[in-house]
């Protein structure tokens, strides 16, 4: 038995929100076990649960009182431990061995920043034990344990973690993610109805996506990339191929240079104007807002005139308020004016292919402009272009890319 290969899987919160899709999941596993793999199966907590104990938490500390982190992180935990003992009672009554570990049991062991816990490493001891006993393991999701045996969590979304990690530890063969999506698309479907499935992706191009929208947490694809765990995003309603997400030569599909329009709604742009340009302003500004953990993406400085400069930058649409107060308190920075606008949005083309080849950009821009959206702040990395456009130009803005680079057509 331990010979055979092992696949991890993993059940997101709204495949399994409710005791008849526990049951249905049960059923796929139990038909994947009788077709011989070794299973691990990563569940995160059913439905809204963690939304639910959050609120919880923050009504049953009062008003004025914020939640202790430890106690929070051992609240949240037992969300993925209701999945995965009820999966075990699920799957046990079809008649297969099976058993579930919560995250120290399966031997996640983290750092100690509670609710944002890094994984330190897997110690895949008991899980080993149990495939070798021909069980079929449950792994509650989202949680490790700290040096001095405290429940940490890994943040929000945190279970496609655990389950990359797993299979990194065990050398399985794939991990497959299964959720409310069949897969990774061209572009958001709701958006642009031209949006095509990808049969395959390279964790670069992924990543990009990921940060850029797509449903899969970062975290975990940048994991998948260093152990090189070649990842399948997959419904787990349907028998549908999904997406293969891998480090190899693309081998489905013909290399194309650009592989997605992945578009954000929820973006802020803040602006600080009349800056003094000098060292140290940048910092003073920037500083507080890390200290407030609020993440700054697009930045731009504008060539300074008379000695004074403008600043924008722009954050997640629910970090503006916060942003605002931040940017507004810094005296050192001396500004003449700071303003804040919730209605942006970040459009971008994402592809491995734009590398050492010039041209993209002016093909972006172009399009862009014969759709009339205008652009108002740009950023680049090696496989990417963002524009900053604003948020009633989005679709507009995708569907122009979408066309122009002819991702609704399949390779040739
Ligand atoms: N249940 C956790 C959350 O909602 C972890 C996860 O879903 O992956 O964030
Ligand atoms: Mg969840």
């Known amino acids: 038995m331990s010979q055979e290969q092992i696949i991890v899987q993993k059940f997101g919160g709204s495949s399994i929100a409710d005791p008849i899709r526990i049951r249905e999941v049960a059923s796929r596993i139990c038909r994947s076990r009788l077709a011989g793999a070794n299973l691990v199966i ?52 079809m008649g297969q061995d099976v058993v579930s570990l919560s995250g120290t049991q399966a031997g996640i062991r983290t750092e100690s920043t509670h609710g944002s816990a890094r994984i330190s490493a897997v110690d895949p001891a008991r899980l080993r034990r149990e495939l070798d006993a021909g069980r079929i393991l449950i792994v509650a999701g989202f949680q490790g344990v700290t040096e001095m045996g405290d429940v940490t969590t890994l943040g929000r979304g945190g279970s496609d973690t655990t389950a990359v990690a797993v ?109 003094k340009d000098r060292p140290g302003v940048a910092a003073a500004l920037f500083e507080p807002l890390a200290d407030a953990g609020i993440s700054v993406d697009v930045i731009v400085q504008n060539a300074s005139a008379d000695g004074l400069t403008d600043m ?29 606008d ?44 963002t524009c900053i456009v604003r948020r009633d130009q989005a679709q507009a803005a995708a569907q122009a890319l979408h066309a122009a680079f002819k991702l609704d057509k399949a390779a040739d």
């Not at 041209?359 to 090696?382: K, P």
């Open 167 to 275: 299979a990194a530890a065990l050398g399985a063969e794939r991990c497959e993610i299964y959720t409310d999506v069949d897969g990774i698309y061209t572009s958001d479907p709701r958006l642009v109805p031209e949006a095509r499935k990808l049969a395959e992706i390279g964790y670069e191009e992924m990543l990009e996506m990921a940060m850029l929208g797509a449903k899969m947490n970062p975290r975990s694809i940048e994991l998948g990339a260093v152990y090189s765990v070649p990842m399948l995003v997959a419904s787990s309603f349907a028998d549908a191929p999904g997406t293969l997400i891998h480090g190899g030569e693309p081998t489905l599909e013909v290399r194309r240079a650009i592989t997605g329009i992945p578009v954000d709604r929820n973006v802020a742009k803040i602006t600080v104007r009349g800056v």
């Open 42 to 93: 990563v569940v995160s907590a059913m439905g809204n649960t963690t939304d639910d104990l959050i609120r919880l938490a923050g009504e049953t500390a009062g008003a004025d009182g914020a939640p202790n982190l430890r106690e929070v992180d051992t609240l949240l935990s037992t969300g993925e431990l209701v999945s995965a003992t009820l999966m075990a009672i699920a799957i046990q009554s």
């Open 342 to 385: 919730p209605d942006m949005a970040k459009v971008s083309v994402v592809g491995t292919g734009m590398q050492n080849s010039p041209g993209y950009a002016a093909r972006m821009f172009r399009a862009l402009a014969s759709a009339g959206v205008n652009i108002e702040m740009i950023t680049t990395s090696e496989i990417r272009i």
């Open 312 to 340: 924008t930058f722009t954050v997640a649409r629910a970090d503006v308020q916060r942003a605002l107060a931040v940017a507004r308190d810094r005296s050192e920075v001396e500004s003449s004016e700071v303003t804040g």
